[in-house]
Every structure is written in structure tokens, then in C-alpha cells.
């Protein structure tokens, strides 16, 4: 939420913040809390302000590598981004005020559990900067942008000490370049906004049944027949990798076997379990030639992506494939395998093996955790919390993405609250959870594209970084809100288009360029949450509707929605009522301005009866404030009736959830009846 309301919040923002730190570490006085977001795991504040000016200078101490130096350099010109002021980029360590000290090199490739802990002392004129390594280094520097704030002297930091460490080792977030080819410069934008939030691994999906993206040299028929023309080249994936090691980010790759794996049989027919490859989706597990390619297959791509570990997939798979063909149940027979999941186990060892000859360590998702799946393979759980801490339980180390599917339109606070540990933590031995790697956000494209994704992944992914790196203990959910608006805006500045996406898709939808309007419409709706969006559309083709363009979270919405359940219990504020009233106003009075646009353009003409329910939402609304207000009884026939109404309109219409609908209902439930 960055408008005009920012202001207002701060102060608010501030002291939640404060709340979150430790005890220990409260100073004599309230100090104005920390705007961060992941929470560092350590604060102490002190008085005053260190002031950034155009003197401000940044200089490296100790080890020192050109990786740093690049850090430096785009440290500077995100400064220079939120300060509009030009910064000297050459180091001098006798005048600089900024010191980074680093005490040794990291990994040469990056390493699952190193140390990435750093100690920042902010005071009036100077600031230190002390890290074991350069990892250390790169997530001081992004706490230290977030501290900048303007005041009425200038742009300051303040005096703090922060000694910070992620909770959790593994903290990603997986991009699927497998149902729709993701642009690189997407890709680097988000790798960007990665860095900024302290996400350290990012997830690269590669194949699906609807296609294959990336340069196979040795079986080029792959991305020559799947791809449509649009795949990533080896050395365009060795530039991610570099770009991602630039900001402290492992690579993963997956490619999905043994089953959606349709677009792998377009130019290799052979590898397909069905009768006819053209409407297979499962590779066949009991032919040995398929090991075979899979073996030359996964070598290859072994050399490419230096990271220790690597996603072969395994999720979903359809096992009527292998139970209608003839020569398949044979071999099972003949190998005493049960049943399809007996198949798949005995697939994943397999790949197991080839994946280990490879040197690598394989992941999988939840389907490959069978009773004799080998205890070095990671699970990365879809499913839940349960089967997570069942593969802990066995001895398997896993990877959390259930309950952060950030292309099911969830809230963030729903994405806030699931921890890796969750319920399953009081069953689980200290060696068990430590087990417990971190986990995923998941941006799948099936239903998103490259033209929407960002605002599909920020801000609401910078809520989950927080629960990956931050204390157990810091769980407030008002707290959170009030950060991640903040770092929302700041996000910006390092290239993540979210906050343009909407208004953007708003013109080319309408045609107009300035679609207040529609902009009114789109400010107060949502897409549906989980599948029913699916459920409700069936073309994907093009990704140009309104529920395509708005936020997954009505931001207006759920404001408005705090200010209902403040007048509803009485303890609202006369800005309260106001602001509640000047909404409704706006919207019982857009319809008339909206529905002479909607029915210019075809991709807007199903909003009508949307724009229309609004409008009646609103006024019944405004009536439910006077009769509160007033303490005014209502016929209960009457108020039967709006209830009714308000939770039809509460429903998906033209795709898309209008979200003050349930709100007024809780007004109208809280006036008297007779």
C-alpha cells in the first residue's frame, strides 16, 4: 500500500516494529522501531540519526574480492534510487564513513549452511559493517538501505547495533520457466528483489508438459520441438548463475521426471510410458535405454549448474499410464513392483544414482519419500506440514511450499503464519528438526505470466523471506502489514515491476489513459483464491482480464475492512467513520462514471454487473453507518434482505471477488432490528 495514506501509517508502522524486539535488548527509552523486513534476529537502538548527503562515502577493509566491489556498486545506486542523490563510487577508506569489514572469502560455489550472519553499528557519523564473509556482507548492506527513511533534515539511518542470522539455511523462491518461458530480464529482476528481501535460493523449473526452455547440446530436439523458439541458451543460464552468486543466491535447477514430462516426448518418443507419446505425460521406468538418456541427460546438465543440488521432480504422477500398458505391468510382475507408487520408488532410486554419479544431491517432491527412498535425497513438501515432518522422521532432510503458493491469490497474512516447523514441531526430535532446511515460495506460470507475475510475487513473498529468516517469535500480524508496505515501495528501486503491472494492464484494457474509473473497480476486487480461479476460467491463452491485472491483495479492501470491524464492536475513531464514508461515496458514485467505459472495450465488458453490485454495496453501506451512527433500528426484513444480496455479491462474478461486500455485511450485522 503506497499512496497517500503512507504518511499516515508510519509512526504506527514504527512502534509495531518495536514490539518485535527482543526483551534483552530494550533500552532505556522507546526508541521509533525498525522498518525491516525480514526482522533482524538482534536489535539495540541509540539516539539520533546517521545523515546521508552527497559526502557519503562506502569503503572495504579486510578481505576483498570483485564480488564485493559489485555489491558496493549497486548498494550505491539503490541509495541513489531512494535519495535522488549521486554518490561517489570510488573507495577511499580515510574519508568514507561507511566501513565494511570482511574477515574471509565464502565458498567459491555457494554452499547450503554457510555462515551469513553480519553485525551493523549505525551511529551519528559513522557506520560499521563486519561479516565472516562476503554473504554476510550482502545482506548488511540491504538491511542498512531499508533503515533509510526521510525526515524533516534529510535522509537518515538510525543509530542502531543489529547482530542478525537467518532462522533457516534454505530460503527460496522457485520460478517456473516450464508452462511458460520466463524473459531473463524477469528473471534478474526478481533474483534483484530476492537479494533485497534475503532469499538465498532460487528454484529454476525448466520442463513441464507444456514445455521445455532450456539449450540441451545433446539432445537439442528437446528445446527444439518444446519450446516454440523461446529457451534459455547455456550461457544465458551461466549469466543467471553468475548474477545470482553476485547477490549471495544458489541456483537450482528442475526438470520434472518421470512424470509431467509430456514436452520431453515431442522430440524423444521413445522415453514415453503411453501408447501414443503425443498424449503421454509419464516416461517409462522400466526401459533401460530411458536411463540410459537420462544419464547422458542429467550429466549434462550437472556441468552446467554448479550447485550441490539438484530437483529431478517427481510430483503428480499418473500411474494409469503404467497400469494400462501391457509390457509395463509385466515387468512389474516379473520385478515384484505392487503398484504404481512401488514404480515410481524404484524410478527415483534409479535417478538417485545417476544423480549422485553426477556428484550432485538429489530433491524431489513429496511423491518420491517411499519406505527405501535414500536418506541424502531432500523433499521439497507440496502437501503439507504432515508429510514434512514424516520425511524428517525417516531421516530425510526436506524443504517446505505448502502453504506458500504465491499464485493462489492468498493473503499474505495466510502466507505469514505457515511455518516450516508448524504443529509438527512438539513431535519432532531436536535432530529431526534440524532436519528441517527452510522452504519455497512457488510461483508456477500455469495461470500467470511474465506480463503479471510481479505483482503475483511481490510484495507477499517478502513475508515469507520473514518467516524464513526471522525468530520464530515474530509473528505479528499488523506488524507485518505495515512493514511490507514500506518495503513494497522500496522494492521498486530494484527493478520488480508490482507497483505498475495494474495501472498499466488498466490502460491497455480500457484504452483510456488515465482509467480512474476502472481503476476505482480494480481497487476494491480480487482474483479468487486456490484453484477456483481455474475452476471459473478455462482459458489461459491470454492473460489480459481484470483478474489478471489486479493484486492478489485488495490492499483498499482490507483496510476498509479493519475500519468495519472497528465500527462494529464501537471502537472506532471519528477518522474511522469518515474514511469509511468517503469509500463508500467513491464507489456508489463510480458506477455511473464506469459503465459508459466498460462497454467500449471487449475485454472489460463483463464488469458491468460488477461495477453495478459495488455501487449497491455501497449504498447499503452508507445506510448501515447512518442507522449505526444514529442507533437507528431496521426492519429485519429489510436487513435480511441486504444480508442476502451482500453475500451473493460476495461471490465471484466476471472471475473476480469484490471484497467490501463481506465487509458491509458486518456493518449491517451490527445494527439493531425490530
Not at 475500519?563 to 464501537?570: E, F, L, M
Request: charge should be negative; glycine fraction near 6%.
Amino acid at each position: 500500500m503506497v499512496n497517500g495514506r503512507f504518511g499516515r501509517f508510519f509512526c504506527s508502522i514504527l512502534w509495531a516494529i518495536f514490539t518485535l524486539m527482543p526483551v534483552d535488548h530494550l533500552p532505556a527509552q522507546e526508541k521509533t522501531p525498525l522498518a525491516t523486513m525480514p526482522a533482524p534476529a538482534r536489535v539495540m537502538q541509540g539516539e539520533g540519526e546517521f545523515y546521508i548527503d552527497g559526502s557519503f562515502g562506502i569503503a572495504m577493509k579486510g578481505y576483498d574480492e570483485p564480488r564485493l566491489a559489485r555489491a558496493r556498486l549497486r548498494f550505491l545506486d539503490i541509495l541513489t534510487k531512494e535519495t535522488g542523490t549521486s554518490f561517489k563510487r570510488e573507495a577511499e577508506a580515510g574519508s568514507s564513513h561507511f566501513i565494511i569489514q570482511t574477515s574471509g572469502p565464502s565458498a567459491a560455489i555457494q554452499q547450503l549452511g554457510e555462515d551469513e550472519s553480519y553485525h551493523l553499528a549505525v551511529s551519528t557519523t559513522d557506520v560499521e559493517l563486519t561479516a565472516p564473509n562476503p554473504l554476510g556482507v550482502l545482506h548488511g548492506l540491504q538491511t542498512f538501505l531499508q533503515l533509510v527513511q526521510i525526515n524533516e533534515k534529510g535522509f537518515a539511518v538510525p543509530v542502531v547495533t543489529i547482530d542478525d542470522a537467518p532462522r533457516f539455511p534454505w530460503r527460496g523462491l522457485l520460478i517456473d520457466s516450464g508452462h511458460r518461458f520466463v524473459p531473463i530480464a524477469a528473471v534478474k529482476r526478481n533474483l534483484d528483489a530476492m537479494e533485497a528481501v534475503k532469499l538465498n535460493v532460487f528454484h529454476w523449473r525448466f520442463s513441464d508438459d507444456q514445455g521445455f526452455h532450456i539449450e540441451s547440446k545433446k539432445f537439442p530436439r528437446l528445446q527444439g520441438t518444446a519450446s516454440e523458439g523461446l529457451y534459455y541458451s547455456q550461457d544465458e543460464v551461466r549469466e543467471i548463475i553468475d548474477y545470482a552468486r553476485d547477490r549471495g543466491i544458489r541456483v537450482v535447477p528442475e526438470f520434472d521426471m518421470p512424470c509431467h514430462a509430456k514436452s520431453w516426448f515431442q522430440g524423444y518418443p521413445q522415453l514415453s510410458s503411453g501408447q501414443d507419446p503425443s498424449q503421454s505425460s509419464a516416461m517409462d521406468p522400466t526401459q533401460e535405454n530411458t536411463y540410459k538418456f537420462l544419464d547422458v541427460f542429467i550429466g549434462e546438465m550437472t556441468a552446467l549448474f554448479p550447485d550441490s543440488y539438484f530437483h529431478t521432480g517427481g510430483d503428480e504422477c499418473d500411474m494409469k499410464e503404467w497400469e494400462s500398458n501391457p509390457r509395463i505391468q509385466e515387468y512389474m510382475q516379473r520385478n515384484s513392483i505392487k503398484d504404481g507408487a512401488a514404480l515410481q520408488a524404484h524410478f527415483t532410486a534409479r535417478v538417485e544414482k545417476i544423480v549422485a554419479r553426477h556428484k550432485k544431491i538429489m530433491v524431489g517432491w513429496d511423491e518420491v519419500l517411499q519406505p527405501d527412498t535414500p536418506k541424502n535425497v531432500v523433499i521439497q513438501s507440496w502437501r503439507g506440514p504432515s508429510s514434512l515432518a514424516e520425511a524428517a522422521r525417516r531421516g530425510n532432510r526436506c524443504v517446505l511450499s505448502s502453504g506458500y503458493y504465491i499464485d493462489l491469490n492468498q493473503p499474505a497474512k495466510e502466507h505469514y503464519l505457515v511455518d516450516p516447523l508448524g504443529d509438527n514441531a512438539a513431535t519432532l526430535t531436536p535432530e529431526q528438526k534440524k532436519l528441517v532446511l527452510g522452504g519455497e515460495a512457488t510461483m508456477w506460470t500455469d495461470i500467470v505470466s511474465a506480463d503479471n507475475m510481479d505483482n503475483r510475487i511481490w510484495p507477499r513473498t517478502a513475508a515469507i523471506a520473514e518467516r524464513l529468516w526471522s525468530p520464530e517469535t515474530v509473528r505479528d500480524v499488523d506488524s507485518m502489514y505495515r512493514r511490507l508496505a514500506i518495503i513494497s515501495q522500496k522494492l521498486s528501486y530494484y527493478g520488480p515491476r508490482h507497483l505498475l503491472i495494474t495501472e498499466e494492464m488498466l490502460q491497455r484494457m480500457s484504452g483510456e489513459l488515465d482509467p480512474g474509473p476502472l481503476r476505482v473497480l480494480a481497487s476494491v476486487v480480487q482474483p479468487p483464491e486456490g484453484y477456483q480461479r481455474q475452476e471459473l476460467r478455462s482459458d489461459f491463452s491470454a492473460l489480459n482480464h481484470l483478474d489478471d491485472a489486479v493484486p492478489p491483495e485488495s490492499e483498499t479492501a482490507r483496510e476498509f475492512d479493519q475500519i468495519t470491524q472497528r465500527i462494529s464492536s464501537g471502537t472506532a475513531t471519528p477518522q474511522d467513520w469518515q474514511r469509511a464514508r468517503e469509500w463508500l461515496v467513491l464507489w456508489r458514485d463510480n458506477d455511473a462514471k464506469l459503465q459508459p467505459m466498460l462497454k467500449q472495450s471487449f475485454l472489460t465488458q463483463d464488469l458491468a454487473p460488477v461495477s453495478k453490485n459495488l455501487r449497491q454495496v455501497a449504498e447499503i453501506g452508507l445506510r448501515a453507518l447512518d442507522d449505526l451512527h444514529d442507533d437507528h433500528p431496521v426492519r429485519s426484513d429489510v436487513k435480511q434482505q441486504n444480508i442476502e444480496f451482500l453475500k451473493s455479491a460476495a461471490k465471484p462474478q466476471a472471475v473476480l471477488l469484490l471484497m467490501p461486500a463481506s465487509s458491509v455485511e458486518r456493518l449491517v450485522q451490527a445494527t439493531k432490528s425490530n
